[in-house]
């Protein structure tokens, strides 16, 4: 866990001193992203390098799993906590292999566990080890460059990562994977992360948490669902911006929010039986078939049901959009309104229906902000 | 067909002129004229090497620690006056600079070089002052911030991302000192320099460039040789002579 309290930098400028972080408290609980979020100057950067003391505070202190750092030695210090930031630095001088081997060189690490270090590093982000070990930063592309920053601060193994707006200079489409990487191996590596990033969108889907920054202050440290449903203030309220409803959805799983006790009727099911169903339901549209693997292919009308007889299986439209148990809701309400329905089924990874997910189930969901607190 | 391409009608051109040039030089006795100053400029090409290497050799043994220094922060008040000092000392003709030193230090070797060396650290100490300067902020960041101390950040990223530019700096000191070699003579310094103004003084021209084209190809090799040392020498990520962008 990291505990920042009354952590405060105050600047001496020729205008007089500013203060870029005033009495900053906060923890973050092990294991977790917490993301410094803000307009530019307000702090979120100050604070983190107050960290790893590229910033010495002026006064407060910050302590690492219960342990006070204010004494440490700072190069020690260092060691021990992961750094990212936004120009990579990489060093040109060096193969990508010593890139990665820097802090456990530092650290005395012998020669094999070093180079096997940075073999399984690479291998986790996907770059082949044999191919990338002697090549120089310069010839690998943005993208791969930033993977390599990300897993040279990983090298040593440390407990804490510091990342000063890691993907910032990435383009939005890589910047998307890297993300979604960096998430799949957070989930196994569980570090405890402080993240600085002025991108509110990528600040909810990576964050655990969110400390809002303005002028050197804290104004609003809480999950991400909370601070959206909870806005503390009108600046946190105006700095998500009249979307927040939009940004919640991205938030939210669609096997937290459907609806998995679904009626269903099969090919040789009559239509009388597919009524009966809608009706002991109140369905007022239609009813999903499927086929003998439960996955669906289509949806009764009810207007058929009533007009038409026969089996299910002559009498069915056939589904066009499907949503996955893991989406986010903000891509069920896009494939909703692209393809003009209030309804959707959801799949698993077999492709066997899972339950189903309406308009009016998200609303309800988005509109229940209240949420026990912790 | 020898005018439809530029490059072949000039070294077509050029053969020709040199072989009317050999047939020329060879008929009116220059060659053998030349030879004549064998033995002295062996000798004369041995003390010149010498007073170069001394005071080259010096100059960077001086100039690049001067240079590292000059970048730490500690410095950094005394950097930007010291490379104007170091500047002004350019400045002054390399005539003045031996006129100078003999008055100080006498005639011989000893002054020469002196002079020479004095004449060789400006170069060297502001192209490692500016490579050093020149290494990305944000490179030392991370460099600071995975925990290197002030000195393992200078040897492991600072001197190998700056080393091509102090190389650079080599290579002109180096040539601009075997230029300035021949004026030792002036000093009593010894070199090439004897073969050049005595041959001005005597009015033979055979003999003043019997010392003048010999210095012209040691400064050439010697650059070849400084430029090989830094192609095998600069980290391979920061060499440009081995991937030209």
């Known amino acids: 866990m990291i505990r920042i309290e009354n952590l405060t930098k105050v600047f001496e400028t020729p205008e007089g001193p500013v203060t870029a972080a005033d009495h900053i408290t906060m923890d973050v609980p092990d294991g977790e992203i917490c993301i410094l979020l803000g307009p530019s100057g307000c702090g979120k950067t100050t604070t983190l390098k107050m960290i790893n003391r590229i910033i010495e505070p002026t006064s407060g202190r910050v302590s690492i799993n219960d342990e006070d750092t204010t004494g440490m030695n700072t190069t020690d210090l260092r060691r021990s906590i992961g750094y990212v930031i936004q120009q990579i630095g990489l060093f040109p001088n060096m193969t990508i292999e010593e890139n990665i081997s820097v802090v456990p060189r530092l650290l005395g690490w012998d020669r094999k566990r070093t180079r096997e270090r940075a073999r399984e590093l690479l291998d986790m982000v996907a770059l082949d080890p044999s191919a990338f070990m002697g090549r120089y930063p310069g010839e690998l592309s943005g993208g791969q460059q930033q993977r390599v920053g990300v897993i040279r601060a990983l090298a040593a193994d440390p407990p804490v990562l510091l990342m000063d707006e890691p993907f910032g200079a990435i383009d939005p489409i890589n910047r998307a994977v890297i993300q979604d990487e960096f998430l799949r191996m957070q989930s196994e590596l569980n570090k405890t992360i402080l993240f600085v990033s002025h991108d509110i969108d990528e600040a909810i889907k990576m964050g655990d948490r969110i400390a809002i920054f303005r002028a050197g202050r804290l104004v609003q440290y809480d999950r991400p669902d909370d601070l959206l449903a909870h806005p503390k203030n009108d600046f946190v309220e105006s700095f998500f911006g009249e979307d927040r409803a939009l940004k919640r959805m991205q938030l939210a799983r669609v096997r937290d929010v459907m609806e998995d006790d679904v009626p269903v009727v099969r090919h040789d099911d009559d239509l009388r039986r597919a009524l009966e169903l809608m009706d002991e339901r109140g369905y007022h549209y239609a009813i999903t078939l499927v086929n003998e693997h439960h996955q669906p292919v289509g949806m009764v009308m009810r207007s058929t049901a009533e007009t038409r007889r026969g089996k299910c299986g002559e009498h069915y439209y056939g589904v066009d959009a499907l949503a996955h148990l893991d989406d986010d809701l903000r891509k069920v309400a896009s494939l909703m309104f692209s393809h003009d329905t209030t309804w959707l089924a959801c799949v698993d990874e077999d492709g066997r229906l899972a339950g189903t997910l309406t308009q009016r189930g998200i609303t309800r969901y988005l509109g229940a902000t209240y949420r026990p607190q912790e | ?245």
């Open chain 2, 1 to 245: 067909m020898l005018l439809q391409s530029p490059q072949r009608l000039f070294y077509g051109t050029a053969l020709v002129v040199m072989f009317l040039l050999g047939v020329w030089t060879e008929g009116s006795g220059f060659i053998d004229e030349f030879l004549y100053y064998r033995g002295d400029i062996t000798y004369l090409l041995g003390q010149h090497i010498e007073l170069m290497l001394i005071s080259g050799g010096l100059a960077i043994t001086f100039a690049v620690p001067v240079g590292v220094l000059l970048s730490r922060p500690r410095f950094a008040r005394v950097a930007e006056p010291a490379m104007q000092v170091l500047n002004i000392g350019q400045t002054i003709p390399t005539l003045a600079v031996l006129a100078l030193s003999m008055t100080l230090l006498g005639i011989g070797r000893v002054p020469a070089i002196f002079a020479l060396f004095v004449y060789t650290i400006l170069p060297i100490a502001r192209n490692t002052y500016a490579g050093i300067k020149a290494v990305p902020p944000h490179m030392k960041e991370a460099a600071a911030g995975m925990g290197m101390s002030a000195t393992q950040m200078l040897f492991r990223v600072e001197l190998p991302n700056a080393l091509f530019v102090i190389f650079a700096g080599i290579r002109i000191a180096l040539s601009v000192n075997v230029g300035t070699v021949p004026l030792a003579f002036l000093i009593g310094g010894g070199g090439l320099g004897e073969l050049i103004f005595t041959g001005i003084a005597l009015d033979r021209p055979v003999m003043m460039l019997a010392g003048a084209i010999p210095t012209a190809a040691l400064a050439v090799v010697v650059d070849m040789v400084v430029a090989a040392v830094a192609f095998l020498t600069v980290p391979k990520g920061v060499n440009p002579l081995r991937n030209p962008a």
